[in-house]
């Protein structure tokens, strides 16, 4: 199993970012998809899931402003990022769970700021 996350930057805030996650390695389009996020000095923290039939879940702090979405044919997965605020800056990471194992990208660093 392989996930590359890309897309991150330094953006100001009410910009937008969108981050890819290129999978590989299992069934893509079987397996739920999230988007993790981890701030200095805090928990990694759920931001976005989307499952097999692309329904959606997203954490309060950003339902309204991140859009997640896939593409099976491509065996990617999305993260729009509309309206950035400051507190939205961490390393992002692409997470799937395959047999009780979870895997994890390298992490893709957005940064808000101006």
């Known amino acids: 199993v392989q996930l590359v996350e890309s897309g991150g930057g330094l953006v100001q805030p009410g910009g937008s970012l969108r981050l890819s996650c290129a999978a590989s390695g299992f069934t893509f389009s079987a397996y739920v998809m999230k988007w993790y996020r981890q701030a200095p000095g805090k928990e990694r923290e759920l931001v976005a899931s989307?499952?097999?039939?692309?329904?959606?879940y997203y954490v309060d702090s950003v339902r309204g402003r991140f859009t997640i979405s896939r593409d099976n044919a491509k065996n990617t997965v999305f993260l729009q990022m509309n309206s950035l605020k400051p507190e939205d800056t961490a390393v992002y990471y692409c997470n799937t769970r395959l047999l009780n194992t979870n895997y994890w990208g390298q992490g893709t660093q957005v940064t808000v700021s101006s």
């Open positions: 989307i499952s097999s039939g692309s329904s959606t």
